[in-house]
């Protein structure tokens, strides 16, 4: 039987649980404070994702509004993301190890293992009243260099976390997509037996 939220006006084809259909990606955020205690609890949800060899790959180096960091951290990020991530209470810069801590051998799946405790933080944010949206539109070389990441780590993603805020408070080309988006149907993501041809 389908599942649907009343919040995001979204339906599963198949039954899911409702967090599923109830976490998105909004930019329209308060500029109040998260606290500390509230931010290690999604640092926490990360933790606990699965991982090759227990290898937990994942780094997440972060910034709260209103302390010496945050500007170098802001500054990071593309002019089309900083119109509307300067209200986000943390920003974070996702890393994963690209070598296993037992051997230094290369991982594989170092990317996938720090994907999965991304989606972790990003449900518990959900649960916790939280907003959290991942970005790519950075500068991925000045972050290297301006927070010291050894070259060992690859730089996966951006975020910003913070309280819900107005969307009419966005930019108006912004404000039209502050919707959660609706996704590719199952069959066109999973294929019995080999790639469809």
Do not use: C
């Not at 290690?40 to 994942?58: G, H, K, M, V």
């Not at 408070?169 to 912004?174: A, I, K, Q, S």
């Not at 959660?180 to 149907?185: C, G, N, Q, T, Y």
């Amino acid at each position: 039987m389908p599942v649907s939220s009343r919040a995001t006006g979204r339906t599963a084809e198949f039954p899911v649980d409702p967090i599923f259909l109830e976490r998105w990606s909004p930019r329209a955020m308060s500029g109040a404070q998260v606290s500390l205690e509230s931010l290690l609890s999604l640092f926490e949800a990360a933790r606990w994702a699965p991982s090759s060899y227990n290898n937990q790959p994942w780094r997440f180096l972060y910034a709260r509004r209103e302390t010496p960091a945050w500007e170098g951290f802001l500054d990071l990020l593309a002019q089309g993301n900083r119109q509307w991530a300067d209200k986000a209470a943390v920003l974070v810069v996702i890393l994963s190890k690209k070598t296993f801590d037992r051997d230094g051998r290369p991982s594989r799946t170092h990317s996938f293992d720090t994907g999965a405790a991304w989606e972790n933080l990003s449900l518990q944010a959900n649960r916790s009243g939280l907003v959290v949206h991942g970005m790519e539109g950075f500068d991925y070389q000045t972050a290297r260099e301006r927070l010291g990441i050894p070259d060992e780590y690859d730089i996966e993603a951006m975020a910003a976390i913070g309280l819900p805020g107005a969307t009419e408070e966005l930019p108006e080309r912004l404000q039209e997509r502050e919707r959660p988006s609706m996704r590719k149907r199952v069959e066109e993501i999973a294929f019995e037996g080999g790639f469809p041809r």
